[in-house]
């Protein structure tokens, strides 16, 4: 068992539980094996330290205001008697990266960093001199781990390392599938769950929304998350004549999210980008089948089997997509859509997949390994056929 100390900008907490859930699950995951010690750094926060046990993870919070360089230096001291505790460093998202870089001068703890941030993807294409510090600091840990197959490739290509692994998003089983009452009594209830914010393009939606109902279909949308986009989202859905049918729900703690699921017929997001997509996997594990576009990342578990996949953005396509899954799966049960994932993104995979990481590491006392292939290391397998 290691000490492993979780450094992250992002995790969830009792004010804003729907922050982070992946880095949340992530290292509950890795507890399952080691001891585990989350430092919270709460950027623009003038928040005093605060020690508490957040969902069983040991979590310390501290703010860090404004960008005073004195400030900042004072996290870096706070975060060393941490650091020196640790047999571990494990950063989460690359907004932590340029914090934690500095680490590497003052000690050779191993240090894994696990790639979740959706905007990392834009931020690095194309690439120009003002952007090369990324290639920088995504160098500087021992190992990366991504959260897809894309993503992994995308990294590799853009670093030009290879020590990189995939360990997945966890996807917990869910405590009960979804009903899928619209095939038999004529009522669609479509679901989608992400923040109301550009990449997830809510407003397309509502115009899918609103082509379903005016081509006779009984149609509702539930939106689960929340975002700036919301005051626009209701002007929208006023103009289309569709806000009886639409449900803004805000944000929600994870278990009332799964639980939309399980009232709903399908899963349905028109996103633009996605390095997982946590929420379309939730929705297989539930038992629906899935509306999403065609992005390389979400590969790895959805496939005929679970799911339509639209080639554009264009309206009438979601609509045609859906239309395709309500005859497609109206026969196909909760349990066989559910199968299509087994247990490949389970808590219990992920633990297995950073434990190997951390014994290869430890192995080297800290010391870098080599720009060796891992092929010898445990490697994450899709859940699909694709």
Request: a neutral charge; aromatic letters at 6%; hydrophobic letters at 45%.
């Amino acid at each position: 068992m290691s000490r492993v100390l979780v450094l992250t900008l992002w995790f969830p907490s009792v004010e804003h539980p729907a922050s982070a859930p992946f880095n949340l699950l992530h290292t509950a995951a890795i507890a399952r094996k080691h001891q585990v010690r989350v430092l919270h750094i709460q950027l623009g926060s003038r928040a005093p330290m605060i020690r508490e046990n957040y969902q069983g993870i040991d979590v310390t919070r501290v703010g860090l205001p404004g960008r005073d360089f004195r400030k900042y230096l004072g996290i870096l001291k706070l975060i060393l008697p941490f650091l020196r505790d640790a047999d571990i460093l494990h950063t989460m998202a690359f907004p932590i990266l340029p914090l934690a870089t500095p680490l590497r001068l003052l000690g050779r703890t191993p240090w894994v960093h696990s790639e979740h941030w959706s905007g990392l993807a834009q931020a690095v294409q194309p690439i120009g001199a003002r952007r090369a510090w990324f290639r920088y600091v995504l160098r500087r840990p021992n190992w990366i781990t991504a959260v897809s197959t894309a993503q992994r490739e995308q990294l590799a290509a853009f670093t030009g390392r290879r020590n990189l692994s995939v360990v997945p998003n966890v996807v917990s089983p869910v405590k009960a599938l979804a009903a899928r009452e619209g095939g038999r009594t004529g009522v669609l209830n479509l679901v989608s769950i992400g923040g109301l914010v550009a990449g997830k393009r809510p407003e397309l939606a509502i115009e899918v929304l609103s082509l379903l109902r005016a081509e006779g279909v009984e149609a509702y949308l539930t939106w689960v998350g929340e975002g700036p986009l919301r005051g626009e989202i209701e002007g929208l859905a006023r103009e289309r004549g569709v806000t009886n049918y639409l449900r803004l729900t805000g944000s929600l703690e994870h278990d009332k999210a799964l639980a939309e699921l399980a009232e709903a017929d399908i899963f349905f997001l028109p996103t633009a980008h996605e390095t997982f997509c946590v929420a379309a996997a939730e929705a297989v594990s539930a038992g629906l089948p899935v509306v999403l576009t065609d992005l390389p990342a979400v590969h790895d578990f959805l496939d005929e089997s679970n799911s339509v996949l639209v080639q554009d953005s264009a309206p009438g396509s979601y609509v045609a997509g859906i239309r395709l899954a309500m005859s497609k799966f109206c026969e196909v049960s909760a349990e066989q859509i559910s199968q299509t994932i087994s247990d490949k993104l389970s808590p219990e995979v992920v633990a297995e997949l950073f434990d190997d990481i951390y014994r290869e590491l430890r192995k080297v006392s800290g010391s870098p390994p080599p720009n060796r292939d891992d092929d010898d290391l445990i490697q994450y397998e899709p859940p699909s056929g694709r």
